[in-house]
């Protein structure tokens, strides 16, 4: 059973702080995405890792940063965290490039920026 | 323009009736479809996979029309437990395994 899971349900920061959101899976896949979702504007892609060490941009990349030193962890790094970042953070996995693969989620963070 | 485009409802439904929604999407060279379901503030989960002959999973029939670039789905004998926000995905071939997602569509089956 493919596992997703995220290091915090719930957080709450300062404006200005650094916030670090881990997520791991336990099934070898090579791609790993990073999400958040707003209400009206759904899943919106902030980055993703084909491999270790590789990352790409999404469609809102600004504010953010991304590593991916092993397989089965991708992290998504908030250098000042700012109001509007307060959002759902959704991270994900998905095998390969497999046109049918199924891509899971983890529960999801729900960051609060205060 | 929104790549993948849908209703977001909420479609009201009366349990046992018959919903259908669709969605579409701007992309002619997309390769794969998908239906998300999504319930309360829970993570998204692959419903269906949509292929090009159209297919069915129980009460769900998911079809697929190319030269109109839209998917349905229709869910029949609706059970209260089909409450949720319907996600509709698309793949590019080219994309790296990057899925595209619309908004969703909420469904609310009622007593």
């Known amino acids: 059973d493919v596992k997703v899971t995220q290091s915090s349900r719930y957080l709450v920061k300062r404006t200005g702080e650094k916030v670090f959101l881990e997520c791991v899976q336990d099934?070898?896949?090579?791609?790993m995405f990073w999400y958040r979702q707003d209400p009206g504007l759904g899943l919106r892609l902030i980055y993703f890792?084909?491999?270790?060490?590789?990352?790409e941009k999404g469609d809102i990349p600004e504010g953010y940063s991304v590593s991916r030193e092993k397989k089965e962890r991708f992290s998504l790094i908030l250098e000042s965290a700012s109001t509007n970042q307060t959002s759902m953070y959704l991270c994900?996995?998905?095998?390969?490039?497999?046109?049918?693969?199924?891509?899971?989620f983890g529960p999801g963070t729900r960051l609060t920026v205060t | 323009r929104k790549e993948v485009e849908q209703d977001p409802g909420p479609f009201n439904v009366p349990e046992g009736a018959t919903v259908a929604f669709n969605c579409t999407y701007s992309?002619?060279?997309?390769?794969?479809f998908f239906w998300y379901r999504q319930d309360c503030r829970k993570e998204p989960k692959l419903l269906m996979s949509?292929?090009?002959s159209g297919n069915e999973d129980g009460r769900f029939t998911a079809q697929l029309n190319r030269a109109s670039q839209y998917i349905s789905l229709l869910i029949r004998d609706s059970k209260l437990s089909d409450s949720a926000t319907y996600l509709c995905?698309?793949?590019?071939?080219?994309?790296?395994?990057?899925?595209?997602f619309g908004a969703g569509t909420q469904v609310v089956v009622t007593p």
């Open positions: 994900a996995s998905r095998p390969g490039t497999g046109r049918f693969d199924e891509q899971y």
């Open positions: 099934m070898d896949h090579e791609n």
């Open positions: 890792s084909y491999d270790v060490k590789m990352k």
């Open positions: 992309n002619s060279a997309s390769q794969s």
């Open positions: 949509v292929y090009s």
């Open positions: 995905v698309v793949n590019h071939h080219d994309s790296w395994g990057k899925l595209q």
